[in-house]
């Protein structure tokens, strides 16, 4: 099946500096790519969907100049947490759309990023 | 908007046994339905998926789900459970009429005891 690299698993980070998570399709092109932050209670809450040369869409209540996103490529999509604050701290996962329309698409996901503030 | 719903936080079951796993939807117009797992240190990996058609979708690892228009529910099932199924087990919802975008449900914990 298609793959979808997720980098990096793991980052501690202090407070008030940026880091950024990469999420790429290693065997596909995707114009489509989403991020999601898990919760300790599972909860999967859908941040922000990100197009491949076009601005990202965030969903209500989340920050888009805390959390930057870039498709800058087919197959690259990148999420930078800037002025990370501990409350900031999560699972943070992407995933990328594959297919031609909505009766072979289907979403391929990254491992996922432990991100810890300190 | 649309939304899923997993009313169960886990699930316990013996091997050998049929195992379900709940979900309920809310959507306008006509639904597209998935069930996704997550196993500990690995990424969501799609089950099966409702679309259109018949309402009993089979899907991977012998797990299928019954879309049940009615009750507004999409269940996840098995017939016989393993050990191996034991993971975090995802419904989720595509929501057409806003950018064909994914919306998950909080997830429920499978645990499978031998």
């Known amino acids: 099946g298609a793959v979808v690299s997720q980098h990096p698993s793991r980052v501690i980070c202090k407070s008030g500096t940026s880091v950024k998570i990469e999420c790429r399709s290693l065997?596909?092109?995707?114009?489509?790519m989403f991020w999601y932050r898990q919760f300790p209670k599972q909860s999967l809450m859908l941040m922000a969907t990100s197009n491949e040369g076009s601005k990202a869409t965030y969903e209500q209540g989340v920050e888009k100049d805390k959390f930057l996103i870039n498709h800058a490529s087919l197959t690259l999509s990148t999420l930078t947490v800037t002025s990370a604050h501990p409350e900031d701290s999560s699972f943070y996962i992407c995933s990328a759309l594959l297919g031609q329309d909505v009766t072979n698409e289907k979403l391929f996901f990254g491992s996922g990023t432990q991100l810890s503030v300190l | 908007a649309q939304s899923v719903a997993q009313p169960e936080d886990q699930v316990n079951v013996a091997e050998g046994n049929p195992l379900t796993v709940k979900c309920t939807y809310s959507?306008?117009?006509?639904?597209?339905l998935f069930w996704y797992v997550q196993y500990p240190n690995r990424g969501l990996q799609f089950l099966l998926k409702?679309?259109?058609?018949?309402?009993l979708v089979k899907g991977s690892y012998g797990f299928e789900a019954e879309f049940n228009k009615s009750q507004t529910s999409f269940h996840l099932k098995k017939p016989s459970a393993l050990v191996s199924d034991s993971a975090l087990y995802f419904c989720?919802?595509?929501?057409?009429?806003?950018?064909?975008?994914?919306?998950f449900g909080s997830g429920t914990k499978l645990n499978v005891k031998p």
């Open positions: 409702y679309i259109t058609g018949d309402n």
């Open positions: 989720a919802v595509r929501d057409m009429g806003n950018f064909n975008k994914f919306y």
């Open positions: 065997d596909f092109q995707a114009t489509t």
């Open positions: 959507v306008s117009g006509n639904p597209y």
